[in-house]
T-cell receptor, first 117, second 121 residues
């Protein structure tokens, strides 16, 4: 079965701390896509990254970095030197192999990150 | 430009009202989506339109009626809703509209609008 697990329901850090949000997935597909989205209190889901299963290179974008490890079926997200503006719910999502080209996603339950000043 | 717009931002309606939610994108995307999101939950897919045709209906009650007048617009018509339908309704779009290639082909990124917060009294 396809599944995304974000084991951390809530995380609270103090500004400037580094924080890692975990995402573990299960899929029977050999080709799949993983996504991270940020949802601040305003409600909009903001796309952060898309990664396909053939690209295991880690990615860095400013203070954000992602560690994709197929061996452990994980796609973890690290925020370096966190800021108050990083406070949001972060969702990890996996492409659904049953959906063909219709682009259904399987979502984790999200991790609520609070960055305190 | 990855902008999807939604109107209204907030909507309060009674159970006997008829209202519509609107979504617009000008990115040339050929797939558009409606999601429903309850507090502290991930979004739940409701409908997908590919090339202006309904391609997925996730067994949504008929009191929700989607419409795709053209490739840039997506509406969600609401009628006789229940209080449990109160939620954040999100629209999204993605570049390709499906029907191309085989299952398991490239999965495009979905870009989301700001959502409409719906309260049903």
């Amino acid at each position: 079965a396809q599944k995304v697990t974000q084991a951390q329901t809530e995380i609270s850090v103090v500004e400037k701390e580094d924080v890692t949000l975990d995402c573990v997935y299960e899929t029977r597909d050999t080709t799949y896509y993983l996504f991270w989205y940020k949802q601040p209190p305003s409600g909009e889901l903001v796309f952060l990254i898309r990664r396909n299963s053939f690209d295991e290179q880690n990615e860095i974008s400013g203070r954000y970095s992602w560690n994709f490890q197929k061996s452990t079926s994980s796609f973890n997200f690290t925020i370096t030197a966190s800021q108050v503006v990083d406070s949001a719910v972060y969702f990890c999502a996996l492409s659904d192999p049953n959906a063909g080209n219709n682009r259904k996603l399987i979502w984790g339950l999200g991790t609520s990150l609070a960055v305190n000043p | 430009d990855t902008e999807v717009t939604q109107t209204p931002k907030h909507l309060v309606m009674g159970m006997t009202n008829k209202k519509s939610l609107k979504c617009e994108q000008h990115m040339g995307h050929r797939a558009m989506y409606w999601y429903k999101q309850k507090a502290k939950k991930p979004p739940e897919l409701m409908f997908v339109y590919s090339y202006e045709k309904l391609s997925i209906n996730e067994s949504v009650p008929s009191r929700f009626s989607p419409e795709c007048p053209n490739s840039s617009l997506l509406n969600l018509h609401l009628h006789a809703l229940q209080p449990e339908d109160s939620a954040l309704y999100l629209c999204a779009s993605s570049r390709s509209g499906g029907g191309q290639g085989l299952a398991g082909g490239p999965v495009d990124t979905q870009y989301f609008g700001p959502g409409t917060r719906l309260t049903v009294l």
